[in-house]
């Protein structure tokens, strides 16, 4: 205290490693596309949550399907199918190459539904120009 006054000195936060990478499958609010390894068809949906939750969702959801129809309850199945979302596990018990949960990917990250429902459409609608079926029941944009 050489002046009357005590001075204070706080460091500032570090920066970690860690906060630099990309976030990947954790990222909220977002569409996303789903292909399939037979490259004919693609599945675009979007979610509040995160991607990674929402995909596996998925992926339980088409497993469940096919072993229902191996094991013969297709009534389950079919109400599997029926689903808003059953467009992945339809198309996965009729294509034997199976959905390509590899190269499932988000397409882009849009906050407020009428952004959201703009920009899966637009992705639905460009996947089909480019020879694409789409396995969402989401209504397409006229061209």
């Given at each position: ?14 920066v ?8 990947g ?65 339809r ?15 988000i ?37």
């Amino acid at each position: 205290m050489k002046r009357g006054f005590w001075t204070a000195f706080r460091p500032g936060r570090k920066v970690k490693t860690r906060s630099q990478q990309p976030l990947g499958d954790k990222r909220k609010a977002v569409v996303y596309k789903i292909p399939c390894k037979c490259n004919k068809a693609v599945y675009v949906g979007v979610t509040w949550r995160l991607f990674k939750i929402r995909k596996n969702e998925h992926r339980n959801k088409v497993r469940m399907t096919n072993e229902d129809i191996r094991n013969g309850r297709f009534n389950a199945a079919e109400e599997r199918i029926g689903k808003d979302d059953g467009g992945l596990a339809r198309h996965s018990v009729s294509c034997e190459s199976g959905i390509d949960w590899d190269e499932a990917r988000i397409v882009a990250c849009a906050y407020g539904s009428q952004q959201k429902k703009a920009r899966e459409g637009t992705e639905s609608l460009r996947k089909k120009i480019d020879g694409n079926v789409l396995l969402n029941n989401y209504e397409q944009l006229t061209a």
